[in-house]
């Protein structure tokens, strides 16, 4: 039987110890990286499905108050505006346009809201602000007496 002659502190061809641990901790680094910009864009659309739900809710209740009251042209916009701090949203990047026009057969007067939002985003892709904007409308006949 042939006996196998071994060096007791020899180990095979590898880089040092402080080598890898160097390059575990860049690999750490990338993946990190690489997670917090899924985590922050994920929660960016979070923040623009919400921004868009609370504008669609602030249109829909503008758009009743100024079909259902008498003078409500002029309650509709404040209407709006509180619908959108409720929902937390900044007032200056808003924008609504309110306007009763005639529609449908025979013509009836009908409350059309027209809203946008700017949203600035969370995610640093570049230097500059980088901002999506929402978009909703609502649209509500007038009832006649």
């Known amino acids: 039987m042939v006996e196998r002659q071994t060096q ?3 180990l095979p061809d590898r880089a ?8 575990s901790l860049v690999e750490l680094m990338i993946a990190m990286v690489l997670m917090l910009y899924l985590i922050i864009g994920v929660l960016d659309l979070g923040r623009a499905l919400h921004a868009y ?10 758009a009743f108050v100024a079909a259902s009251t ?3 042209l002029s309650l509709a916009a404040a209407i709006f505006q509180d619908e959108l701090g409720r929902g937390g949203l900044a007032d200056e ?9 005639p529609s449908g057969t025979p013509p009836r007067p009908t409350v059309v809201v027209e809203a946008s939002y700017t949203l600035p985003l969370l995610l640093p892709l570049t230097l500059v602000d980088v901002t999506v904007s929402t978009q909703a409308a609502a649209v509500m006949m007038v009832p006649t007496e």
């Not at 739900?53 to 503008?62: D, I, S």
């Open 8 to 10: 007791p502190n020899a």
């Open 16 to 23: 040092p110890a402080s080598e890898e641990q160097g390059q």
């Open 53 to 62: 739900t609370v504008l669609v809710q602030a249109a829909r209740e503008a």
């Open 70 to 72: 008498p003078n409500g």
């Open 93 to 101: 990047s808003a924008q609504v346009n309110i306007q009763v026009e």
